[in-house]
């Protein structure tokens, strides 16, 4: 090991299909959900960090999976707040909306990302998936070690299994 790692994010994206990414079984649901969370980064980093409770002044803060449960960017950010034990004076809803409007114009990068990570995620959980084995066969005591196919890749790239024999 050299002191690199992958984060849990990339190794989350690596673990969907392209078809699944690109196609559903929701991406509406899955875009708006990254979209109010993007603008509600954009929210807590301009205004609203400094108002905070002194444990939560970090760059990011959890506010669990509210964007289901939210029929507007408005309600998921009031949501957020109370949450966060924020006061809702903080931001005016004129504000709120200005923010998911110039977020909303950056979609089109947004999904053209998305894409390109899709695209690379085989290719990321291959990586891991070698630097797996090597490590299995590095240790003393492994006398083989193997990928086994279990399913087809295009399915989901997790489809390999890492057999090993002392």
Not at 25 to 48: G, I, T
């Amino acid at each position: 090991r050299r002191g690199k790692t992958l984060g849990r994010s990339v190794l989350n994206l690596a673990a969907n299909t392209n078809h699944t990414t690109a196609c559903g079984p929701d991406a509406d649901a899955s875009e708006v959900n990254n979209l109010y969370r993007a603008a509600f980064q954009v929210l807590w980093m301009e205004k609203l960090k400094k108002q905070a409770a002194p444990e939560l002044q970090q760059d990011k803060v959890v506010v669990g999976k509210i964007a289901q449960k939210s029929s507007s960017f408005v309600e998921y950010v009031r949501k957020a707040q109370k949450r966060l034990d924020l006061p809702l004076e903080l931001l005016s809803d004129l504000e709120i909306q200005e923010c998911f409007r110039l977020c909303l114009s950056k979609l089109s990068e947004y999904r053209r990302l998305t894409a390109l990570r899709s695209l690379l995620a085989r290719n990321v959980e291959s990586l891991v998936l070698v630097d797996r084995l090597c490590y299995l066969l590095d240790i003393k005591g492994v006398r083989s070690a193997a990928l086994v196919p279990l399913f087809e890749a295009r399915i989901s790239p997790r489809a390999f299994a890492m057999i090993a024999t002392r």
